[in-house]
């Protein structure tokens, strides 16, 4: 066989992989977390054996979307860091992190409804971890009150989205407005109380469900 076969081979596998992860993104959107294989394959326009081909259970279909998703907030937190304004950069992650979860919800009930898989767990711990070096570096300049930690702004996200998503399709922005919100919360010298009420969450290794 020629060199150029197995190219052709890879070339196709990468495409149908692409192709699938982005059918199951779709069709968390539209159906969420409980959308059918048979489902996404048709909208893939791959058969059901093709797909478990390369995802033995649709439970890692669904972890390698969100993996997918959330890599790209995570890489997008990277790149924020070490900005001269630290608080706009902190603001820009957690838009770019409303933004996705406010349009496809499924995401989020996927990330807190598999919170028992170590993929998962990775994950989250790689997202506190951005968030941590932005806050810290925002707090550090003393614009962002110092009692709030990562594990706050992930869950904010996830609040935020869940705020916006059932109106998503007419209002697609109305995220913002929220994020607005939570952000004059999140600043410092803004907020009504001097102290948040109750210790931080924890949400590294935390066994989670939907809801």
């Known amino acids: 066989m020629s060199d150029i076969a197995p190219q052709r081979l890879r070339a196709d596998a990468a495409r ?11 069709a968390l959107a539209r159906k969420g977390a409980d959308v059918s294989v048979a489902a996404i394959a048709d909208a893939a326009g791959l058969g059901k054996a093709t797909v478990f081909r390369r995802f033995p259970t649709k439970e ?10 959330i890599g790209q907030l995570v890489a997008r937190g990277e ?15 957690l838009a770019v ?5 406010a349009g496809n ?7 807190y409804g598999l919170t028992n898989l170590s993929e998962i767990q990775a994950l989250t711990a790689r997202m506190l971890d951005v968030a941590g070096v932005l806050l810290q570096a925002a707090q550090a300049e003393g614009r962002v009150r110092a009692d709030v930690t990562s594990d706050d702004l992930v869950l904010l996200l ?40 109750g210790p931080p969450p924890v949400l590294r290794g935390a066994q989670g469900s939907r809801g």
Request: with cysteine; hydrophobic share 45%; charged share 25%.
């Open 105 to 111: 919800y499924g995401i989020c009930e996927a990330v």
């Open 79 to 93: 790149a924020l860091a070490g900005r001269e304004d630290a608080p706009a950069a902190l603001h820009e992650f």
């Open 158 to 197: 996830r609040g935020i989205a869940q705020t916006a998503q059932p109106l998503h399709a007419a209002s697609p922005e109305l995220w913002r407005r929220y994020l607005d919100l939570a952000w004059d919360g999140l600043r410092a010298g803004t907020g009504v109380s001097d102290r948040l009420s």
């Open 97 to 101: 992190g409303a933004e996705m979860l």
């Open 16 to 26: 149908n992989r692409r192709a699938l992860l982005d059918a199951t993104e779709k």
């Open 60 to 69: 890692a279909l669904v972890v390698a979307v969100v993996e997918d998703r």
